[in-house]
């Protein structure tokens, strides 16, 4: 792809309208595997889970299938990150790393957040980002700092 020739405004809108895209497309691609794992489809592809499906047939490398298997998993949990993840409020990171400290809340208490909290963990995680003016890392005590159960 030569680009050398577009002229500089047009080169930033078109990569800002491939950004919001990408952002739609990585829904799209949840929701995909979701209906995936739903149906179990993977393993009429002899694939024992969907994160070997995701590595072996879909060609993602580990950690980024985990993230998408993450996501995928807290987007049925929580529909409405999904508007969070299209404007770019919230990365496969930062949910990650929010679902495993769900995972580690009920493990430790032996109870599940509710839809309200996880919503406000998301909730504070995207203010968190939002308030940075450049992009720093999200530790996992940063985020349980968020967390108000």
Not at 39 to 47: G, N
Not at 50 to 57: L, S
Not at 104 to 124: A, G, P
């Amino acid at each position: 792809m030569n680009l050398k020739n577009i002229v500089d405004n047009t080169l930033i809108q078109s990569t800002e309208s491939l950004v919001r895209e990408e952002r739609e497309l990585l829904t799209a691609v949840l929701y995909h595997l979701q209906e995936i794992d739903r149906r179990r489809l993977f393993s009429s592809l002899k694939y024992k889970s969907i994160h070997e499906f995701a590595v072996k047939h879909l060609g993602y490398p580990e950690d980024q299938a985990y993230r998408r298997i993450a996501a995928m998993r807290l987007l049925n949990e929580v529909p409405e990150i999904e508007e969070k993840i299209n404007q770019g409020e919230i990365s496969l990171t930062h949910i990650s790393l929010a679902q495993s400290l769900f995972r580690q809340e009920k493990k430790t208490n032996s109870r599940e957040m509710s839809h309200e909290q996880k919503l406000e963990v998301i909730n504070q995680i995207a203010k968190w980002k939002k308030e940075r003016s450049i992009e720093e890392p999200i530790s996992q005590s940063i985020v349980l700092a968020l967390i108000v159960i």
